[in-house]
C-alpha cells in the first residue's frame, strides 16, 4: 500500500500542511525542531492509533487548539484508493472516518494501514524491559492479524480482573476465593494458551530474518538467536496457574502467564541486553523492526509503509550505507536533518521548516 496524499490540520507544530507521497525512497530534510518527526508520527498514527512516542493524545493537538485531523488517501495492493480522516479531541474522544463513512468503533480502522516505523527510541527493544519486547512481538501480530488486538485486550482484561481477585483476598486463600479464581483461570488459560503458541510461531519465523538483516547492516557474520521459551507453555497455563496459586495469593498479583513472559535474545551467545555494545544493540534493535516489516510484507501480500525517523545519525557511516543498500521495495520516508551519503538516491524529497513542508 502507499500513502498517496497527507494532509495535517492543527497537528503538533503544523498549523496545515498537505503534500503529496510516492512509492520509492521519500527523504523528509529539515533541520531539529521542524516537525520532520511529527510527520511520521502522523504517518504511524493512521497505522496504530498510538504515538510511537508515547505521547497522549493533548500532546498531538497543536497549543491552542481544540482538536487536530490527520487526512491521508492510500492507495491499496488491489489499486482502491481510501480516505482516512481522523480527529484528535481532548477533551472527548477521537473520531474516525473511512471513505466519510464513520466508523463504529476507532479501533476498526487497524489494518487499513501498515505502518512500520523504526526511531532512536526503539533501542529500548534491546535495553528496555521484558514489556518492551512483549509490545514488540504483540504490535508485529496485531499488524499481520488485527484480530490479535482484541486477543491481548481480552488478556489484559482477565489479568486485571485476577489481579483484583488476588488483592481482595488479602493473602488468604479461602474455599469463594478459589472457586472463584478456579472460573478466571480457565478463562485466562484458553486465550493463554492461544496466544503463548501466536509469539512462539511469530518468534520462529522471525528468527531467521532478524539474523539475515544483522548480518546485512553488520558486514560480518554474527551468531544471533531470538528465544521465546516461558516455562508455563510446556504444562499448560492451568497447571501453571495451580502451581502459582499460593504464591499468586500471597503477593496479591499474577505470577504467571503471557503478561509476564520476556522475549530473549543473544549476540554470539551472550544477552544483548547486558553483554552487547551500543552498536550492536542498535543494530538488532533495526534487524528487528527490518525483519517485522519483512515478516509482514510475506504474509499480508504488501508492504507496509516503511518510516525511518532520525535513523541515520544513530549509525555509523557502514551501517547506515548498507542500511541504504537493503532497503526494502514499497513505500520508504527517511526523516534526517542531513542530507544522505553520496553512493544512496532518494527518489523524492520534502523540506520541513517551522512546520511548512516544500517539495523538491
Same mark, same amino acid.
Not at 533495526?286 to 515478516?295: D, K
Not at 532518494?346 to 511548512?356: P, T
Given at each position: 500500500?502507499?500513502?498517496? =496524499?497527507?494532509?495535517?490540520?492543527?497537528?503538533?507544530?503544523?498549523?496545515? +500542511?498537505?503534500?503529496?507521497? $510516492?512509492?520509492?525512497?521519500?527523504?523528509?530534510?529539515?533541520?531539529?525542531?521542524? +516537525?520532520?518527526?511529527?510527520?511520521?508520527?502522523?504517518?504511524?498514527?493512521?497505522?496504530?492509533? !498510538?504515538?510511537?512516542?508515547?505521547?497522549?493524545?493533548?500532546?498531538?493537538?497543536?497549543?491552542?487548539?481544540?482538536?487536530?485531523?490527520?487526512?491521508?488517501?492510500?492507495?491499496?495492493?488491489?489499486?482502491?484508493?481510501?480516505?482516512?480522516?481522523?480527529?484528535?479531541?481532548?477533551?472527548? @474522544?477521537?473520531?474516525?472516518?473511512?471513505?466519510?463513512? #464513520?466508523?463504529?468503533?476507532?479501533?476498526?480502522?487497524?489494518?487499513?494501514?501498515?505502518?512500520?516505523?523504526? !526511531?532512536?527510541?526503539?533501542?529500548?527493544?534491546? #535495553?528496555?524491559?521484558?514489556?518492551?519486547?512483549?509490545?514488540?512481538?504483540?504490535?508485529?501480530?496485531?499488524?499481520?492479524?488485527?484480530?490479535?488486538?482484541?486477543? @491481548?485486550?481480552?488478556?489484559?482484561?482477565?489479568? @486485571?480482573?485476577?489481579?483484583?481477585?488476588?488483592?481482595?483476598?488479602?493473602?488468604?486463600?479461602?474455599?469463594?476465593?478459589?472457586?472463584?479464581?478456579?472460573?478466571?483461570?480457565?478463562?485466562?488459560?484458553?486465550?493463554?494458551?492461544?496466544? +503463548?503458541?501466536?509469539?512462539?510461531?511469530?518468534?520462529?519465523?522471525?528468527?531467521?530474518?532478524?539474523?539475515?538483516?544483522?548480518?546485512?547492516?553488520?558486514?560480518?557474520?554474527?551468531?544471533?538467536?531470538?528465544?521465546?521459551?516461558?516455562?508455563?507453555?510446556?504444562?499448560?497455563?492451568?497447571?501453571?496457574?495451580?502451581?502459582?496459586?499460593?504464591?499468586?495469593?500471597?503477593?496479591?498479583?499474577?505470577?504467571?502467564?503471557? =503478561?509476564?513472559?520476556?522475549? !530473549?535474545?543473544?549476540?554470539?551467545?551472550?544477552? !544483548?541486553?547486558? $553483554?552487547?555494545?551500543?552498536?550492536?544493540? @542498535?543494530?538488532?534493535?533495526?534487524?528487528?523492526?527490518?525483519?517485522?516489516?519483512?515478516?509482514?510484507?510475506?504474509?499480508?501480500?504488501?508492504?507496509?509503509?516503511?518510516?525511518?525517523?532520525?535513523?541515520?545519525?544513530?549509525?555509523?557511516? =557502514?551501517?547506515?550505507?548498507?542500511?541504504?543498500? =537493503?532497503?526494502?521495495? +514499497?513505500?520508504?520516508?527517511?526523516?534526517?536533518?542531513?542530507?544522505?551519503?553520496?553512493?544512496? $538516491?532518494?527518489? $523524492?524529497?520534502?523540506?520541513?521548516?517551522?512546520?511548512?513542508?516544500?517539495?523538491?
Amino acid at each position: 500500500m502507499i500513502v498517496e =496524499h497527507l494532509e495535517l490540520v492543527d497537528f503538533r507544530n503544523y498549523v496545515t +500542511g498537505s503534500f503529496d507521497l $510516492h512509492s520509492g525512497t521519500t527523504l523528509v530534510i529539515g533541520d531539529n525542531g521542524q +516537525g520532520k518527526t511529527n510527520l511520521a508520527e502522523a504517518l504511524a498514527f493512521l497505522a496504530t492509533l !498510538s504515538s510511537f512516542r508515547s505521547a497522549p493524545t493533548e500532546a498531538l493537538i497543536r497549543a491552542g487548539s481544540a482538536a487536530a485531523i490527520i487526512r491521508a488517501t492510500v492507495r491499496q495492493d488491489d489499486g482502491r484508493e481510501t480516505l482516512i480522516e481522523v480527529e484528535l479531541a481532548t477533551p472527548g @474522544r477521537n473520531r474516525v472516518q473511512v471513505n466519510r463513512q #464513520k466508523l463504529a468503533r476507532v479501533r476498526d480502522l487497524l489494518g487499513a494501514v501498515r505502518v512500520t516505523v523504526f !526511531s532512536p527510541d526503539d533501542l529500548i527493544l534491546v #535495553k528496555g524491559g521484558p514489556g518492551d519486547r512483549r509490545r514488540f512481538m504483540d504490535d508485529t501480530l496485531v499488524a499481520l492479524a488485527t484480530k490479535y488486538d482484541n486477543v @491481548r485486550l481480552e488478556i489484559d482484561r482477565i489479568v @486485571r480482573q485476577r489481579n483484583t481477585l488476588l488483592k481482595q483476598a488479602g493473602g488468604r486463600l479461602t474455599d469463594e476465593i478459589e472457586v472463584t479464581l478456579d472460573v478466571w483461570d480457565a478463562k485466562f488459560a484458553e486465550i493463554a494458551d492461544q496466544f +503463548g503458541y501466536a509469539r512462539a510461531t511469530l518468534v520462529a519465523r522471525l528468527n531467521p530474518m532478524v539474523h539475515e538483516a544483522y548480518e546485512q547492516l553488520a558486514g560480518v557474520p554474527t551468531p544471533l538467536e531470538l528465544q521465546y521459551e516461558p516455562a508455563w507453555r510446556s504444562s499448560g497455563l492451568v497447571a501453571a496457574l495451580a502451581a502459582a496459586r499460593q504464591l499468586d495469593v500471597r503477593r496479591g498479583v499474577s505470577t504467571v502467564g503471557p =503478561h509476564r513472559d520476556e522475549l !530473549s535474545m543473544t549476540i554470539n551467545g551472550l544477552p !544483548s541486553r547486558t $553483554h552487547a555494545s551500543q552498536g550492536e544493540q @542498535r543494530t538488532l534493535a533495526l534487524a528487528l523492526r527490518l525483519a517485522g516489516h519483512r515478516l509482514v510484507t510475506e504474509r499480508t501480500g504488501g508492504a507496509p509503509v516503511l518510516v525511518l525517523d532520525d535513523v541515520l545519525s544513530e549509525l555509523d557511516d =557502514h551501517r547506515a550505507t548498507a542500511l541504504l543498500d =537493503h532497503l526494502p521495495a +514499497g513505500q520508504v520516508v527517511i526523516t534526517t536533518a542531513s542530507e544522505l551519503p553520496p553512493a544512496a $538516491h532518494a527518489d $523524492h524529497v520534502l523540506r520541513v521548516v517551522a512546520g511548512n513542508v516544500s517539495q523538491d
